[in-house]
């Protein structure tokens, strides 16, 4: 018996796809992924309408499906995350009922409790045997860990793999097992390998966000999380990865051994593994080929899937254990809510991803931003999409300030005692001001576009329609 | 002064403007910025600025802005206007 | 205070606009090496315009200009000096005569957009074999003169050897640059080290200049600016003990003692000059609100 099909359109009349059902994607292969693209291309050819997908995030590259959309073969879109191209369309109204919005503990969460159902899961799979085990870790389109996509498996009616990069029964080291998989595709290319991870992850070489980084990494010295023990999440961008450097050298300096680190993985955070600063990395999603090799040779680099990393319906999931995580932000409000799902224009452009998830559950939250971008002063009086709620955000580091949230009285005071440059948030929004000029207020009226959930399922915020 | 020639100062990079100014009968002003928005009143206002200290009443000035802060405004002006006007 | 004096282009408005943010106890705008030829009017009118815009955030700034064989440096000077600029850098400087030429044309700058005479200093930059030889001279050419710098790059071409890490080929250079300051009355600043990531080596070569009597240090990469501001700091220890001497003196002052001592030791003038020092700098370093 074998669970291999002949095409793409063999699996999607096997598993009984119909008008009006939920099929799902993970993100793993990032801007490189051709299986999105390849799945809704073939339903449209077979003229299904009316399709509900739920993709873990949508890059760029998934730009077709605006297309899909706008033919009704799409009707229906759940992402955690959504690149400016499809974004922009999403924003000028293409799609008639709102997008869903949700975090990568979120909608792990939502699917494992039956919240968000799936009807049919197709998961890219760079390596898989023909009965549907399978893994990240190898193929020529590797990506390293599939963590995102074990929820998928889990919880959807039917589950149709798709690999080009088949491996004789079984495959040993497999991530997701055969039990949970109906049909086997075998294609030529599940994506593009230059841009499913990048070569190298670099630090940034841009002064200020050089210079944010070294304070966030003293607001970490001054936090008291910095000891034996500690764990870090910190982002793949080169400011993100500056924060870990610096984290690097106190380490070194003060002899602390960390226990895990986690979040999207670099080369830069193996490194710090194999050098002995952290025992562990919790790795639900690889960035860089570094990454890939070592989840692939390295007991202590271990995968997770997004129930383990951040579901808020398991019993317990490991962003509760993070000491301290740090993070982005597009706009931030006096009152320390993040927007990382629209730019100050209100147009679409990323979604929460772990945001509110780390954010919750890190005992220390930092953003890092710069003050002003392009002009446009960081801080406003309220955030045009309400990602993560201000009360879970312990800190934000500018090159020009760092403010704390009043509810951490005591960190405020070790940020001070140690000279750092402590200023109210609306001290901060007046520098800013005075610097770009007040921006004149965005406003957009139109109908929703997009229902930005909480981890828990709650509405926090609406994406209105650019007029 | 007066534009005499086609000339250009700044860049297409982040806090940068790019000012192109080419002579013409009348003053025409167009200006494209990614804070259009947010700012498109305090940019104009900045280009006026600078073309009336100079006492220039006629050209085609473009500005492709890119969240230039008023001061690099003025002296990307200052520069495309040196380079491309004469006293008259 | 300037422990560190961070290197900014002068046509990239993105630094300029941050670089009172970057933590360095001044900054240079250059105008000569990082701005090419064609484009050396919009850096210097970028320049200018910043400064408007930077008066009153607090930080030191210098401008360092295009050296004197140059057809540009008359140019810099007249876009500049109106806006007060606290110090100009003159480059490739050889003499005492260059630092007057230099002098002579900020006074008339000066005269003309009627700025008091004597605001804006001058940190020439010593970079050529002859400038080594002739370091009391320029450090004595004029009053404005703030200090002078040493420029290891250009200095070790016009010696005919190679800048090492180490930097044993310049070691000369620094010793006679630091007493010919010394002698005058003046700073002595040492040159960038140029390997953005050897941390290691930045350390070595900050300790090297420090030992040597250097007041403060260039640097090209923000990265290198804590490493050298901290080993250019007085440690806890020397402002403790720098208190304690002030205590000291105060308490024999009330008691009307003609000779003070501290832990067995007399307070004679070095350790009271030392201990102003270390207090001025705690007070730089911790006393305003932007530390």
Redesign the interface.
């Known amino acids: 018996m074998s669970k291999l099909v002949g095409s793409v359109r063999e699996a999607v009349q096997a598993v009984g796809l119909t008008d009006g059902m939920t099929i799902s994607f993970h993100h793993h292969l990032r801007n490189g992924d051709y299986v999105l693209n390849m799945v809704l291309a073939e339903i449209a050819g077979m003229g299904l309408k009316d399709l509900n997908v739920n993709a873990s995030s949508i890059f760029d590259v998934h730009e077709p499906i605006i297309e899909h959309i706008k033919k009704k073969v799409v009707t229906g879109l759940e992402v955690n995350y959504m690149g400016g191209k499809v974004g922009r369309a999403i924003s000028e109204g293409i799609l008639e009922k709102p997008v869903i919005f949700r975090s990568h503990g979120g909608r792990a969460g939502d699917m494992d409790r039956g919240a968000a159902k799936v009807d049919v899961a197709f998961i890219a799979a760079p390596c898989a045997d023909d009965m549907g085990n399978m893994s990240g870790k190898y193929g020529p389109s590797a990506c390293g860990s599939l963590g995102y996509a074990f929820s998928d498996a889990m919880c959807a009616k039917k589950v149709v793999v798709i690999t080009d990069h088949l491996v004789p029964y079984p495959l040993l080291d497999c991530s997701i097992p055969e039990g949970y998989v109906d049909v086997v595709v075998q294609v030529d290319k599940i994506g593009d390998a230059s841009r499913i991870v990048s070569g190298t992850t670099k630090i940034t070489r841009d002064p200020v966000g050089l210079r944010i980084a070294y304070l966030a990494s003293q607001v970490v010295k001054h936090s008291g999380y910095l000891k034996d023990g500690f764990s870090f999440q910190t982002g793949a961008g080169g400011a993100s990865l500056a924060v870990a450097k610096y984290v690097e050298e106190m380490m070194e300096k003060e002899g602390i051994k960390g226990s895990f680190c986690m979040g999207g993985i670099t080369g830069y955070l193996v490194s710090m593994m194999e050098k002995g600063y952290f025992e562990t990395i919790l790795d639900v999603q690889c960035f860089d080929l570094a990454a890939i090799a070592s989840i692939r040779d390295n007991k202590n680099h271990q995968e997770i899937s997004a129930t383990r990393y951040a579901s808020p319906a398991a019993k317990s999931c490991a962003v509760d254990s993070l000491d301290v995580v740090i993070l982005g932000a597009t706009q931030v409000d006096t009152d320390f809510n993040v927007n990382v799902h629209t730019d100050s224009n209100g147009y679409i452009m990323g979604g929460s991803g772990g945001h509110c998830d780390t954010a919750k559950g890190a005992k220390l939250a930092i953003v890092v931003a710069p003050l002003i971008r392009a002009r446009l002063p960081l801080i406003v009086d309220q955030v045009l999409c309400k990602s993560t709620p201000g009360e879970t955000i312990d800190v934000i580091v500018t090159q020009r300030g760092i403010a704390v949230n009043p509810k951490n009285q005591k960190l405020k005071e070790a940020l001070i005692a140690a000279h750092l440059p402590v200023k109210d948030i609306r001290e901060l929004k007046r520098m800013a001001e005075e610097i770009a000029g007040v921006p004149k207020a965005v406003t957009c009226t139109g109908r929703v576009v997009a229902n930005v959930l909480y981890r828990d399922g709650t509405l926090m915020d609406t994406i209105r329609k650019k007029a | 002064m007066e534009i005499v020639k086609n000339a250009a100062?700044?860049t297409l990079?982040?806090?940068?403007v790019l000012i192109c100014v080419e002579p013409a009968d009348t003053l025409q002003i167009e200006i494209q910025s990614?804070?259009a928005?947010?700012?498109?009143?305090?940019i104009r206002d900045a280009i006026e600025d600078v073309l009336a200290k100079a006492q220039i009443k006629t050209g085609k000035i473009s500005a492709q802005d890119?969240?230039?802060?008023?001061?690099?405004i003025?002296?990307?002006m200052?520069?495309a206007i040196?380079?491309g006007g004469s006293q008259s | 205070m300037r422990r560190t004096m961070l290197f900014l282009p002068g046509n990239t408005p993105n630094m300029l606009i941050n670089g009172d943010t970057l933590g360095a106890d001044s900054i240079i705008y250059d105008l000569e090496d990082a701005v090419s030829p064609d484009e050396k009017d919009a850096a210097r009118i970028l320049v200018r315009n910043t400064l408007k815009y930077m008066r009153g955030k607090g930080c030191e700034i210098i401008i360092r200009i295009n050296p004197i064989e140059s057809d540009y440096w008359q140019a810099d000077l007249e876009e500049v000096i109106p806006c007060k600029p606290d110090l100009i850098m003159p480059t490739k400087v050889g003499s005492g005569q260059d630092v007057q030429i230099v002098a002579e044309a900020i006074t008339a700058l000066e005269k003309r957009a009627g700025i008091p005479e004597g605001s804006v200093g001058i940190l020439p930059l010593i970079e050529t074999a002859l400038g080594v030889e002739k370091a009391f001279d320029i450090a004595s050419a004029s009053p404005r003169v703030a200090g002078i710098f040493l420029g290891g790059e250009d200095l070790t071409a016009d010696l005919h050897c190679k800048r090492t890490r180490e930097g044993q080929e310049i070691f000369y250079s620094r010793c006679r640059l630091v007493c010919a300051a010394r002698a005058c009355g003046v700073e002595a600043y040492d040159t960038p080290f140029t390997d953005v990531e050897d941390m290691l080596g930045l350390e070595k070569d900050t300790q090297l200049a420090k030992s040597l009597g250097f007041s403060g240090k260039a640097v090209i990469s923000p990265r290198h600016v804590e490493t050298v501001n901290a080993l250019f700091s007085p440690t806890m220890e020397e402002i403790e003990y720098a208190h304690d001497v002030m205590d000291a003196i105060e308490e024999g002052r009330r008691q009307g003692k003609g000779v003070i001592s501290l832990r067995g030791k007399m307070i004679d003038a070095p350790i009271v000059k030392r201990a102003t020092q270390v207090l001025e700098m705690e007070r730089q370093m911790f006393g305003g609100e932007d530390v």
């Open positions: 100062a700044g990079e982040s806090s940068d990614v804070v928005g947010q700012y498109m009143d305090a890119r969240g230039a802060l008023d001061c690099v003025r002296a990307r200052e520069t040196l380079r």
